[in-house]
C-alpha cells in the first residue's frame, strides 16, 4: 500500500550527483515556465537585429540580478503564471512577425530575467549556496537565452534562410499554445 501512495511534489528538487551551482544551471533548462520564456525570448530577441541586441541582453542580465536580489527577501514565489505569461506575449510577437517598440522589449527581457530568477532560489539553500545556486541559475538563463536567440539571428537575420524562418514561426505558434495551456492551467 506504501509503495503504490504517491510522493509529494516538489519544485526545487536537486540532482543527483550535481554540485548547488549545477542545479541551479540546470532550473533553467529542467523547470517547464522557465525554459519556455526564456526560449520564447530569445526567438523573439534574435530576430530583432543588431541595433538591439544589446538592449536585450543587458535588460535580461539586470532583470536576473533584481531577480536574485529579490529572491533573497521573498523566499521562493510562485513565478510560474508570469513566466507563462511573458513566453505566451513572447511567441505571439514571433509568429506574428511584430518587433514592438525597444522600451518594450526591455521591460519583458527584464521582466523574463527577475522572474526566472526569484523563481530558481530554493528557500532550502541559504548564505553562499544560495548564491551559488542563484548564480548557477543565471549562467544557465543566459546561456539558454544566448545560444538561442544567437542561432535565430544567424539563419534568420543575417542570412535569411526561409526554412528558418518558417521553422521560428512554427515553433512559436506552438509555444504559444503551449504557454496558454499552461497558463489555463496554473489559474485554475
Given at each position: 500500500?506504501?509503495l503504490?501512495s504517491?510522493?509529494?511534489a516538489?519544485?526545487?528538487?536537486s540532482?543527483?550527483?550535481?554540485t ?14 522557465h525554459?519556455?520564456s ?5 526567438l ?11 538592449l ?5 542580465a ?9 529572491a ?33 522589449l526591455?521591460?519583458?527581457?527584464f ?8 523563481g530558481?532560489g530554493?528557500p ?18 543566459v ?8 542561432w ?37
Amino acid at each position: 500500500m506504501l509503495l503504490t501512495s504517491p510522493l509529494p511534489a516538489m519544485a526545487h528538487g536537486s540532482i543527483p550527483g550535481a554540485t548547488v551551482f549545477y542545479n541551479g544551471f540546470l532550473h533553467a533548462f529542467l523547470a517547464p515556465a522557465h525554459a519556455l520564456s526564456l526560449v520564447a525570448l530569445a526567438l523573439w530577441g534574435g530576430g530583432q537585429g543588431e541595433a538591439r541586441k544589446g538592449l536585450l541582453i543587458n535588460a535580461l542580465a539586470l532583470g536576473l540580478v533584481a531577480g536574485a536580489l529579490l529572491a533573497s527577501t521573498l523566499g521562493d514565489p510562485n513565478t510560474d503564471p508570469v513566466l507563462l505569461s511573458l513566453a505566451l506575449a513572447c511567441s505571439l510577437m514571433v509568429a506574428l512577425q511584430c518587433m514592438g517598440p525597444r522600451w518594450w522589449l526591455a521591460c519583458v527581457a527584464f521582466a523574463v530575467g527577475a522572474a526566472v530568477a526569484m523563481g530558481s532560489g530554493d528557500p532550502a539553500f541559504s548564505g553562499m549556496r544560495r548564491l551559488s545556486l542563484l548564480g548557477g541559475a543565471g549562467v544557465g538563463a543566459v546561456i539558454l537565452f544566448g545560444q538561442i536567440a544567437f542561432w535565430v539571428d544567424e539563419l534568420v537575420v543575417r542570412h535569411r534562410f526561409r526554412a528558418a524562418l518558417i521553422a521560428v514561426r512554427i515553433v512559436s505558434s506552438w509555444m504559444s499554445a503551449i504557454a496558454l495551456l499552461l497558463v489555463a492551467l496554473t489559474l485554475r
